[in-house]
T-cell receptor
Framework: GAVVSQHPSWVICKSGTSVKIECRSLDFQATTMFWYRQFPKQSLMLMATSNEGSKATYEQGVEKDKFLINHASLTLSTLTVTSAHPEDSSFYIC????????????FGSGTQLSVL | DAKTTQPPSMDCAEGRAANLPCNHS???????VYWYRQIHSQGPQYIIHGLKNNETNEMASLIITEDRKSSTLILPHATLRDTAVYYCIVRVRNTNAGKSTFGDGTTLTVKP
C-alpha cells in the first residue's frame, strides 16, 4: 500500500512555543490530506482538511489561528500548533487521500505532543 | 455519511476467526463500507472496503448483507498482532475527497 510518513513521532515543548508536524506522502501525490487529533481511549477527531494549493477547511470548533495548516506541495502538508498549551497535548495523526483502487485513506504513524 | 454502530469490545482466541459486526441501517445506495484498524499508539490502517458484494483481500474478508444494513469483517486466523481498535465507516465515494468520520470502533483483543 501507499506510504505516509509523519514526523516527528513525539515532541515535548514548553507552553507558549509553536510546534510543527510534517506529513508526507512518499510514493504518491495527495491533493487532499486530513489532520486528526486523538485523546487517550477516544476515537479520532477530524480537525481539518488540507487541500494542496488552497486554504485548509477546518471542522467546527477547531481554531484555525491555533492550528495552522499548510499544503504547499502534492506530497507535503504541515500542521503547526501555535502558542501551545498543556490542553493541546494530544496524539495528532495525518492521512492522505489515495484515489486509485477505491479511495482509501493512508495514515501517518502519529505524533504524540506533550506541552509542559 | 450514514452512522454506524459497533460493539465496544470483543475477544477472540488466537488462531480462530474473528468476526466483527457493524450495523449501518441508514446506509444509502451509493455509500460504501470501509474498515480500518488502529493498533495502540499508531496511525490507523486501511483493511478493506465494499459496496454490496463480498470482498476478500490478503488481510480480511468483508461480508455485506443483501439489504446492506449491516456488514461483518472477518479475520480468518486471528493473531496477537491483530489486537486493535477496528473502525467501520460508511461514506459516499467521489465526494468530500475521502473525509471520513470515525466512531468509537470495536476493541478486539486476541488472546493466546
Amino acid at each position: 500500500g501507499a506510504v505516509v510518513s509523519q514526523h516527528p513521532s513525539w515532541v515535548i515543548c514548553k507552553s507558549g512555543t509553536s510546534v510543527k508536524i510534517e506529513c508526507r506522502s512518499l510514493d504518491f501525490q495527495a491533493t487532499t490530506m486530513f489532520w486528526y487529533r486523538q485523546f487517550p481511549k477516544q476515537s479520532l477527531m477530524l480537525m481539518a482538511t488540507s487541500n494542496e494549493g488552497s486554504k485548509a477547511t477546518y471542522e467546527q470548533g477547531v481554531e484555525k489561528d491555533k492550528f495552522l495548516i499548510n499544503h504547499a506541495s502534492l506530497t507535503l502538508s504541515t500542521l503547526t500548533v501555535t502558542s501551545a498549551h498543556p490542553e493541546d497535548s494530544s496524539f495528532y495523526i495525518c492521512s492522505a487521500f489515495f484515489v486509485r483502487g477505491g479511495e482509501k485513506l493512508f495514515f501517518g504513524s502519529g505524533t504524540q505532543l506533550s506541552v509542559l | 455519511d450514514a452512522k454506524t454502530t459497533q460493539p465496544p469490545s470483543m475477544d477472540c482466541a488466537e488462531g480462530r476467526a474473528a468476526n466483527l459486526p457493524c450495523n449501518h441501517s441508514t446506509i444509502s445506495g451509493n455509500e460504501y463500507v470501509y474498515w480500518y484498524r488502529q493498533i495502540h499508539s499508531q496511525g490507523p490502517q486501511y483493511i478493506i472496503h465494499g459496496l454490496k458484494n463480498n470482498e476478500t483481500n490478503e488481510m480480511a474478508s468483508l461480508i455485506i448483507t443483501e439489504d446492506r444494513k449491516s456488514s461483518t469483517l472477518i479475520l480468518p486466523h486471528a493473531t496477537l498482532r491483530d489486537t486493535a481498535v477496528y473502525y467501520c465507516i460508511v461514506r459516499v465515494r467521489n465526494t468530500n475527497a475521502g473525509k471520513s468520520t470515525f466512531g468509537d470502533g470495536t476493541t478486539l483483543t486476541v488472546k493466546p
